[in-house]
């Protein structure tokens, strides 16, 4: 069951309508990574969650989503006042002032309407919270692009209030995914092939026309990861795609196909 308290959960004041930021502020109303996605992609995957305790957390994120929305919607709703009555806002944007009188619909910044494949839902738990954390890391630095593209106080303040919420989920799914005790690459139930999931191909050639010639991070063995020469190379030119020998995840060498410029790699 949902409720609606009447009161903001944050209070907005705009001092200085902007219609052009007004628009910006669309992508976090029906946006890709806008509050609606957010409160969408939490509560359908509470509701097929069979964890009591996560799915309480999915719902209960889920529903702070929708209160952020209607934030979002009212910052929008007030920076877009003036395109009801002038002309040169009204061009900002005409789908909003023609079609929408100058209220709110689930479009983004660029007038793209709202779909349910922004959604990333798995319905594996941990997999699933690992696209909730992702989820949030890509809402807080919206916000913060859009902060620094306002100088309106207000707006900067309630636009402050939901980047923080932001970092709070992401903490809050985090502990959730930690709790689990799962390393953090068991996915799903399958193991990977021994030996070939611990080999990093070395897929870069040529030097970094910026950087000059850049190798292999020290970094990547972190996670038990060795670098091995890559199966595939090039000619000088960049052309003339061949698959060498490379040590198979069985530790012997193998030799395959070497298919000529264009031709397509068929795998076993």
Known sequence: MYHHVKNLMYDVNVGEPDVRFGRMLLEQF????????AAMQYTLQG??????????LLMDIG??????????????????????????????DPLVAVVGGGGLNLFNSMGNPWTADYLKIAG???VDLRNNIAAEARAKITYERLMHLTD??????????????EITHMKAFSAALESLGKDPFSIGKLPPTPGLVD??????????PEAGKVG???????????VVDSPFSFDAKGSGLTVDGHNGHNGKSSTRPRPTSGAKLKTA
């Open 199 to 208: 080999e990093y191909y070395n897929d870069s050639t040529g030097e970094d």
């Open 63 to 92: 529903t702070e989503e929708i209160s952020h929305l209607e934030v979002v919607g009212a910052l929008i709703r007030m920076h877009f006042k003036p395109m009801k009555k002038e002309l040169e806002d009204a061009e900002q």
């Open 216 to 226: 292999v991070g020290k970094w990547i063995e972190m996670n038990g990861l060795h």
């Open 124 to 126: 594996e738990l941990d």
């Open 30 to 37: 029906g946006g890709a990574n806008g509050e609606l996605a």
């Open 47 to 56: 509701w097929s969650c069979d964890d009591p305790e996560r799915r309480d």
């Open 152 to 165: 309106d106080r207000g707006t900067k303040d309630a636009l402050q209030f939901l980047m923080t919420r």
